[in-house]
Every structure is written in structure tokens, then in C-alpha cells.
């Protein structure tokens, strides 16, 4: 099982970014997707959730209304896209998959498998 994530990169406070992170080795329909974020000197954090059919979406209250999380199943691929970013979104952001997550969506243990992670840096 791989998890490629990219679309990292350093972005002005105000700007945007989208991550993607490719998926293979499982049937990638019969997972959820999430995102995790780890800034400098902190744990690693839940940022957003999408169940397999899209019925489920979940999000850390700091990002609602800026962050949204989608998927393309086609392209066994998961999305990030962060807008209005502020320099406390600054982190390493990891994408990881699980077979399901009823209502442990935001912990890392509910998911099987992780990205290597890609860097967002936000300047003020």
C-alpha cells in the first residue's frame, strides 16, 4: 500500500494550496480518506475526514469554511484544498486511509496506512 501526497509549498497568509494524495494497493472505494497536520514542536492533528461515499465529511473547527476535502475515485485520489490559509495552517500535512471510522474519525489510530507527508508553509 502507497500514499503519495504532494502540492506542498511555501504560499503567502490570504492564499491558496491544493494537496492531493494518490492511493494504491487497495481497493480504494471501501476507504475513508483523512488529512493530519503536524506544525513545528506540536502533536499531529485531525484536519478533515471524507467516508468512502462521500456521505460522511468531517473537519477540525479551525479550517471549516476555508479547507474542504474531496475525492475523485476514479483517480484513487484525495484532496485538499485549503484557502484563505493563515500562518498557523503551517505544517506538515499527511494524508492516511481507513477502512472505516464510525465516530473515531478524528483519531490516528482509526486509520491502517499514512503518506509521507507534505509541507505547507504560511508567511504573513
Known amino acids: 500500500v502507497q500514499l503519495q501526497a504532494s502540492g506542498g509549498g511555501l504560499v503567502q497568509a490570504g492564499g491558496s494550496l491544493r494537496l492531493s494524495c494518490t492511493v494504491s494497493?487497495?481497493?480504494?472505494?471501501?476507504?475513508?480518506t483523512a488529512w493530519f497536520r503536524q506544525a513545528p514542536g506540536k502533536e499531529r492533528e485531525f484536519v478533515a475526514a471524507?467516508?468512502?461515499?462521500?456521505?460522511?465529511?468531517e473537519y477540525i473547527d479551525s479550517v471549516k469554511g476555508r479547507f474542504t476535502i474531496s475525492r475523485d475515485n476514479a483517480l484513487n485520489t484525495v484532496y485538499l484544498q485549503m484557502n484563505s490559509l493563515k500562518p498557523e495552517d503551517t505544517a506538515v500535512y499527511y494524508c492516511?486511509?481507513?477502512?472505516?471510522?464510525?465516530?473515531?474519525?478524528?483519531?490516528?489510530?482509526?486509520?491502517?496506512?499514512w503518506g509521507q507527508g507534505t509541507l505547507v508553509t504560511v508567511s504573513s
Open positions: 492516511a486511509i481507513a477502512r472505516t471510522f464510525g465516530t473515531a474519525w478524528q483519531y490516528e489510530s482509526t486509520y491502517s496506512f
Open positions: 494497493g487497495v481497493t480504494f472505494t471501501t476507504y475513508a
Open positions: 471524507h467516508s468512502p461515499t462521500g456521505r460522511r465529511i
